[in-house]
C-alpha cells in the first residue's frame, strides 16, 4: 500500500472488475487503501487479478455472475457485505460494444447491449445505494461511460453502444440529483479508445489506428491508469463539490 493512503479502510465495489479498465482501477484504489470487491462475469479473470491484488497486500473479494440479472447482483452484494460488512464506493465497468449496422442489427444484441450497459448499472446502483441510505453513508459512485455517449459517430456504425453510453451521461445526471440530498456523489467518465483487449480489432488495424490518431489531438489511445485515476479523483475527497458531471478522459476528441 502507499504512503499516501486517500481510501484508507473504505470499500469500493466495481462492477465488470476483471475486465482491463476495472482492474485497473481496482489495483489504484487497492494502492490507495481501498478494500476491494470486484464482481464480473469471468471467473477465470476475476481470480487471477484477485490473487494479484493479494500478492500485493490488498484486500479484495471477487464474485462471478452475470450481472444483468437481478439475482446475481443480489448475490454480488452479499458477499461483498459478508467480506467487508460496508461499501462505500461503486464503479460500474461493465460494457459491451457489438459494434453493428443498426440496419441489420438483430434485435436480440440490441437488447443485450442494454441490459449490459444500462441495466446492470441500474442494478448495482440501486441495491448499493439502498444500503447506504440505511446506514446513513455518504457514499460516491462513478460509471464508466464513454466519448461516444456524447459524440454520434465513431469509426463505425454501432448505434447500441452510443445510445447505451448516453444513456449513462443522463443516467448520472438523475442519480446525482435524486441522491444529492442524501450526500452521495454520481459521476462518470468518458474515455476515448483505451487500450484494452475491447479494442483489439481495431489496434490490429493500422489504418484504424492512424484514424484514431489524427481525430485525437493528442494523437493516441488512452492508458487504463490514465482513466483509472481520473475515476479515483471523482471518488476522492478532493471532488467533493462534483456531482451529475462526465469527465471526459479523451485527449482532446470532444474539443475538436
Ligand atoms: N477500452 C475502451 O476503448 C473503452 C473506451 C471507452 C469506454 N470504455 C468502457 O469502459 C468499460 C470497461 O471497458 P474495458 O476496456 O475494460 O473492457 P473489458 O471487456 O476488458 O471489460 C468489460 C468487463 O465487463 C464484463 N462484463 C460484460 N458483460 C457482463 C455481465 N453481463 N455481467 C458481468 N460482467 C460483464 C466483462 O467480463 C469484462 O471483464 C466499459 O464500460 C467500456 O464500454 C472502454
Redesign the pocket.
Known sequence: MMEDSPFKGQVVVI????????AAIGLLMGRSGARIAL????RT?LDAIAADLSAQGIDCCVHA????LET?VEAAHAMTLAAFGRVDMLV??????PREDAVTQPVGNWQRSL???MT?VFLASRIIVREMLERGVKGRIVH?????GLSGGGLYPNLA?HAT?GAIVNMTRAMACEWAPHGIRVNSV?????D????GALKADPDAMRKIAEVTPLGR?AR?EE?AHGVAFLLGAQSAMITGHTLPIDGGFLAR
Open positions: 462492477t465488470g472488475g476483471a475486465g482491463a479498465i476495472g464482481w464480473d462475469l469471468n479473470a455472475g452475470d450481472l444483468t446475481e460500474t465497468a461493465t460494457g459491451i460494444s441490459d449490459v450497459n446492470s464508466l461511460g464513454s466519448i461516444m453502444y453510453k468518458a474515455p476515448t479508445w483505451v484494452t483487449p475491447f479494442i489511445i487504463p482513466v
